[in-house]
């Protein structure tokens, strides 16, 4: 609470604020005949206030001011990056799925019935040939043949 707010209780608002400006005047008075200059301590509205040289080298020490700006100009380096490496991450994304959805769904003009001779098994080097060493270590049927009944199919 102010000065002029504590005496507007006891003498009313416009009483208390002529009472304050009397004893203001006849301070400034007094001071003016004790031969003391008043300064002005009020700035005008919106004029900043001088900050002394001493004072301003300390802050900009305690604040990192030097490290601030390089931080700042490295991150403005590396948000003008953002969009060409999105870009990039696109292409590179699509490119990928692409390949990707090659490997687990052949496109539909590669279809199975017309790729006879490239599929593994149809392919004439892999057929096994009279004398060959897989026909001589063929299997023989055992004892899963006698306990499930069944045989084995001929491959001639």
């Given at each position: 609470m102010n000065k002029v707010d504590y005496l507007a209780q006891f003498v009313g608002k416009e009483r208390a604020q002529e009472l304050v400006i009397e004893k203001t005047s006849?301070?400034?008075e007094d001071l003016t005949?004790?031969?003391i200059k008043t300064a002005s301590t009020q700035t005008p509205a919106g004029a900043p206030v001088p900050i002394p040289e001493h004072v301003m080298k300390e802050i900009m020490e305690k604040l990192d001011i030097a490290g601030l700006s390089q931080f700042v100009a490295e991150a403005k380096d590396a948000m003008d990056k953002v969009p060409l490496l999105?870009?990039?991450l696109?292409?590179?994304s699509a490119t990928k799925d692409d390949d990707l959805a090659n490997l687990i769904a052949p496109p539909a003009n590669v279809l199975a019935w017309s790729q006879k001779?490239?599929?593994?098994?149809?392919k004439q080097d892999n057929k096994i040939e009279e004398g060959d060493e897989l026909l001589k270590n063929k299997p023989e049927t055992g004892w899963l043949s006698e306990a499930t009944?069944?045989?084995a199919i001929p491959t001639t």
């Amino acid at each position: 609470m102010n000065k002029v707010d504590y005496l507007a209780q006891f003498v009313g608002k416009e009483r208390a604020q002529e009472l304050v400006i009397e004893k203001t005047s006849e301070a400034q008075e007094d001071l003016t005949a004790a031969g003391i200059k008043t300064a002005s301590t009020q700035t005008p509205a919106g004029a900043p206030v001088p900050i002394p040289e001493h004072v301003m080298k300390e802050i900009m020490e305690k604040l990192d001011i030097a490290g601030l700006s390089q931080f700042v100009a490295e991150a403005k380096d590396a948000m003008d990056k953002v969009p060409l490496l999105e870009k990039a991450l696109k292409e590179l994304s699509a490119t990928k799925d692409d390949d990707l959805a090659n490997l687990i769904a052949p496109p539909a003009n590669v279809l199975a019935w017309s790729q006879k001779d490239k599929r593994p098994s149809q392919k004439q080097d892999n057929k096994i040939e009279e004398g060959d060493e897989l026909l001589k270590n063929k299997p023989e049927t055992g004892w899963l043949s006698e306990a499930t009944n069944t045989k084995a199919i001929p491959t001639t």
